[in-house]
């Protein structure tokens, strides 16, 4: 079969199926079964039951459930409630100063959790209630939850970049702290807009008029400690080269039950309902992994790679226009899909390519993981847009949600952009790392 051919059958295939609302891991090893039956026989079906168990038993992959049940503990332990009031005595008079303390705790769990969903439905039951009663615009406190909860995939540790560095074979650890500096840029340009915003017109964030003394802001610090021995614990192994990513999410997961029996809300309710929660979305994730590598060995076997560069090397276009294409094709599916979904569908056909014009891959990793940071809060279907329609109160509408984000996404943008022209910022940490 030709390779073209092929490319319009298994993607209008994929296509249908998922406009029929078949689940994405169903479609994904649907498709390839199918396919791979007709193309070479009942006996190549053996090779599916072989690659799932590859995938399934692969050491990288441990880190997803450990880091999602750190995540879920740490989402019931009062850790974003005592932050929250730390934000409060020091930030709470300045104007925007509620929006910008929710961004700077989205940013600190980001860096414990490393799941978008955590951030985002924590900070709204927690800030939201707060930001509406003291009068802050609807659109500013709905947005800065929203944009603040996706650096959960940007700030280490990331499940985002754990599947991006097993489909690439690139060191989880690398593109762990690669993400640091672009995920401080993207959280000081939200920082930044929102406090030049509200300073402009106080209206959208007004400063709240109560006082705290300054025994009561110190005594407030201690909400500090806990989340900064517990990033410190886990990048810090990495970074030193003590752990591997796997061995520090083992290393988080028991810091996170450690903060939640501090604060006291370690119970057996807690911990069962956080080992529900991380088996149903570990499930979800590997089943999708099985289907979507089928997938991909199935169109890489039938000539992907070498039919895209032929196709790029006839269109003579700078790299530089061909990376951007490959950001407007991230940003576009983003809007529809799952990150996991995306990483599955376009590794395979990008990647050769972003070898052969000599693009760094941890860098590339970053600017897919911005872009999927984007496709979290672009509609028709980003996700951290229905976790907050879930919470808002009645009177705020999907559309006003739609609104909230215009200004956040376009930050991500600019973000997006400065990391494609100062690839530093990606790669100078995992440089310093020690191996």
Not at 43 to 52: E, H, K
Not at 238 to 249: K, N
Not at 358 to 371: E, K, R
Not at 383 to 400: G, T
Request: with cysteine.
């Amino acid at each position: 079969m030709e390779t073209w051919f092929a490319t319009v059958l298994l993607f209008g295939s994929l296509l249908l199926l998922l406009l029929l609302g078949l689940p994405l891991a169903f479609t994904f090893g649907g498709v390839a079964i199918v396919f791979t039956f007709l193309l070479w026989g009942p006996q190549s079906l053996s090779l599916i039951p072989l690659t799932a168990y590859e995938d399934v038993t692969n050491y990288i992959l441990l880190a997803v459930p450990l880091f999602v049940f750190m995540a879920n503990i740490l989402e019931h332990s009062g850790i974003a409630e005592n932050l929250y009031e730390m934000m409060y005595r020091w930030m709470g008079r300045l104007s925007g100063g509620l929006a910008i303390g929710t961004v700077v705790i989205c940013a600190i769990f980001a860096a414990m959790a490393g799941i978008s969903g955590v951030a985002t439905i924590t900070m709204g039951l927690i800030a939201l209630p707060s930001m509406l009663h003291r009068g802050y615009s609807k659109q500013m406190a709905v947005g800065c939850i929203s944009a603040g909860g996706t650096l959960g995939i940007l700030i280490p540790p990331s499940v985002i970049m754990i599947l991006y560095a097993f489909l690439t074979e690139e060191s989880v650890g690398k593109l762990f702290i690669a993400g640091i500096l672009p995920g401080v840029l993207i959280t000081v340009l939200f920082v930044g807009y929102i406090g030049i915003r509200c300073l402009l017109n106080p209206e959208l964030g007004p400063p709240i008029p109560e006082r705290s003394s300054w025994r009561q802001r110190i005594s407030s610090l201690r909400a500090v400690i806990l989340p900064a021995g517990l990033i410190s614990a886990v990048l810090g192994a990495i970074y030193t080269g003590i752990c591997t990513p796997t061995e520090a999410s083992a290393v988080g997961a028991f810091g996170s039950l450690v903060c939640a029996a501090v604060h006291g809300r370690l119970n057996w309710k807690v911990f069962t309902q956080s080992l529900e929660r991380t088996l149903l979305l570990t499930g979800m994730v590997m089943w999708i992994l099985i289907g979507a590598t089928c997938f991909t060995q199935l169109y890489t076997a039938l000539g992907a790679p070498e039919l895209l560069n032929q196709l790029m090397g006839g269109l003579r276009l700078s790299k530089w226009v061909i990376l951007s294409l490959m950001m407007l094709v991230f940003f576009v599916l983003g809007m529809f899909m799952d990150p996991a979904g995306i990483i599955m569908i376009c590794t395979p056909v990008f990647l050769p390519l972003v070898r052969s014009f000599g693009f760094d891959t941890v860098w590339f990793g970053i600017l897919f993981t911005i872009c999927m940071e984007m496709g979290y809060i672009t509609p028709p279907f980003g996700f951290n847009l229905f976790y907050m329609k879930a919470i808002v109160p009645k009177e705020i509408s999907m559309v006003d949600i739609y609104r909230s984000i215009i200004p956040f996404v376009c930050l991500e943008i600019v973000g997006l952009i400065i990391v494609i022209l100062f690839p530093e910022l990606a790669l100078w940490l995992p440089s310093k790392m020690i191996r």
